[in-house]
T-cell receptor, first 115, second 114 residues
Framework: DTAVSQTPKYLVTQMGNDKSIKCEQN?????MYWYKQDSKKFLKIMFS???????INETVPNRFSPKSPDKAHLNLHINSLELGDSAVYFC??????????????FGNGTRLTVT | AQSVSQHNHHVILSEAASLELGCNYS??????LFWYVQYPGQHLQLLLK??????LVKGIKGFEAEFIKSKFSFNLRKPSVQWSDTAEYFC????????????FGGGTRLMVKP
């Protein structure tokens, strides 16, 4: 059973297009995240949702819009794709328990290539 | 704002060599500390975590890490590496009053030669 699943695994598209990445977790976690990993492997948080509500929105262009229809899903929609958006996008989830945050469980990543 | 530094960007070792990867963070308050591993082509997996108690934490696959509060460090160690330990290693910190935001270090790429 895949705990955090993302689709698609690979996404190749042209500049200017709009694309979506889906994420689902079956761990019963309340909190979900999107992380971006650039070509140098640097991981940076983009968004965090807790129980369908946005709680963290780092400095991310407005072209990126997360949507959480329920607490098990957090999709990422990207408008007007740019070359610099090429990266691996990881979805993750966790079950916060007061301050002792539970570890993140990551999906397998979506490798986005913008040409 | 919290930040995490991993000073070794690339490490190359022979099998059976000992490993120590450095991790320093900058935050004056109470923190949770993590090490994640990313094997080639795979997602990140938790190696070990520190919340409180014994500062020497043991994780999976023979890894351990020591939290030294005075040095703001959480170095990862393994006494004898294997070829299968070849991966990218990420230190991460979650600090009180930072919500659920986990800040990752830049990663250390470990290559173990057979």
């Amino acid at each position: 059973d895949t705990a955090v699943s993302q689709t698609p695994k690979y996404l190749v598209t042209q500049m200017g297009n709009d694309k979506s990445i889906k994420c689902e977790q079956n761990l019963g976690h309340d909190t979900m995240y999107w992380y971006k990993q650039d070509s140098k492997k640097f991981l940076k948080i983009m968004f965090s949702y807790n129980n369908k509500e946005l709680i963290i929105n780092e400095t991310v262009p407005n072209r990126f819009s997360p949507k959480s229809p329920d607490k098990a899903h957090l999709n990422l929609h990207i408008n007007s794709l740019e070359l610099g958006d090429s990266a691996v996008y990881f979805c993750a989830s966790s079950q916060p328990a007061s301050f002792k945050q539970s570890p993140l469980h990551f999906g397998n990543g979506t490798r986005l290539t913008v040409t | 704002a919290q930040s995490v530094s991993q000073h070794n960007h690339h490490v190359i070792l022979s099998e059976a060599a000992s490993l120590e990867l450095g991790c320093n963070y900058s935050y004056g308050g109470t923190v949770n500390l993590f090490w994640y591993v990313q094997y080639p082509g795979q997602h990140l997996q938790l190696l070990l975590k520190y919340f409180s108690g014994d500062p020497l934490v043991k994780g999976i696959k023979g890894f351990e890490a020591e939290f030294i509060k005075s040095k703001f460090s959480f170095n990862l160690r393994k006494p004898s590496v294997q070829w299968s330990d070849t991966a990218e290693y990420f230190c991460a910190v979650n600090a009180r009053n930072a919500g659920n935001m986990l800040t990752f270090g830049g990663g250390t790429r470990l290559m173990v030669k057979p």
